[in-house]
């Protein structure tokens, strides 16, 4: 599912075990973004790509209150473990790429992408496969984060931030360019929180660019972080800046987009 493979298998073995501790906040705002967005419909098939250990699949299937499990696609061994405990979720290994080159997989109604596509290695053959083979009436969601962020890193690992994140730009410009309707809009994720607790997400890498970090690196941060920006404070407001592309074959998701507040 990666560009770099080796490196994001490594990090998400690594990370398995705290994973969903680590990224509860992000989770949980996440999926009101989510279900912002999309209105799902009780019936719904629902593919999560990219989904981990399944804790966004299983909250976005609470929440909307779907009959049908959602089938979570992932190429990590360790969070698939997780994601096959977790109530309305089904685990399935296999890239993104190689999920969407078969014809056969295109029965959903739903489709997310969320905080992944940056590692997928393909996504020029995937947008024109979801241009052959996406069906009239289902949209594909992907949520990605701008390179410029407000969430509070120490510098070392704001500079890896900005390297790691997708080109959102290109991607719309090729799934227009095959022809696919894509509607694009910038949401907020607002996560309050102590400053210890976002100290540990940190030092649990939360994010993948953060692997790269070694556990001094980390440190050294952190006392930047409270040398320069948190001293005299206990709780902090953690802004997440996301950008949200809703992607469809024709006009039936301008619906679901204007009906977003539906669970909200």
């Known amino acids: 599912m990666a560009a770099n493979s080796m490196f994001t298998s490594e990090h998400y073995s690594e990370t398995a075990h705290v994973f969903n501790e680590s990224n509860s906040e992000t989770h949980e705002g996440a999926a009101k973004v989510v279900l912002g967005i999309i209105r799902f419909d009780e019936n719904d098939f629902v593919v999560d790509i990219g989904g981990g250990t399944g804790s966004l699949a299983q909250a976005i299937h609470r929440e909307a209150r779907l009959k049908n499990n959602i089938l979570c696609v992932d190429t990590s061994e360790p969070m698939l473990a997780l994601a096959g405990e977790k109530y309305g979720v089904t685990p399935l290994q296999s890239t993104a790429e190689e999920f969407f080159s078969h014809k056969e997989n295109y029965t959903f109604d739903k489709a997310f992408i969320i905080f992944s596509i940056h590692h997928f290695s393909e996504t ?16 594909c969601l992907i949520l990605t ?3 410029t962020t407000t969430l509070p890193f120490f510098r070392k690992a704001a500079s890896l931030f900005e390297k790691s994140t997708a080109d959102v730009p290109a991607m719309v410009d090729c799934l227009r360019h095959y022809g696919l309707k894509v509607d694009v809009s910038e949401e907020r994720m607002v996560l309050n929180m102590s400053k210890h607790r976002w100290y540990a997400m940190l030092r649990m890498r939360y994010m993948s660019h953060l692997h790269c970090l070694s556990d001094q690196d980390i440190e050294e941060g952190i ?36 009906n977003n507040s539906f669970y909200l």
């Open 124 to 139: 020029t053959l995937m947008f024109k496969k979801w241009a052959e083979w996406l069906r009239p009436g289902s949209v």
């Open 223 to 258: 006392v930047e972080l409270e040398r320069e920006r948190f001293f005299e404070k206990q709780n902090i407001t953690v802004i997440d800046n996301v950008t949200a592309i809703l992607v469809h074959k024709d006009g039936s998701a301008k619906e679901i987009w204007e």
């Open 145 to 147: 984060r701008p390179p």
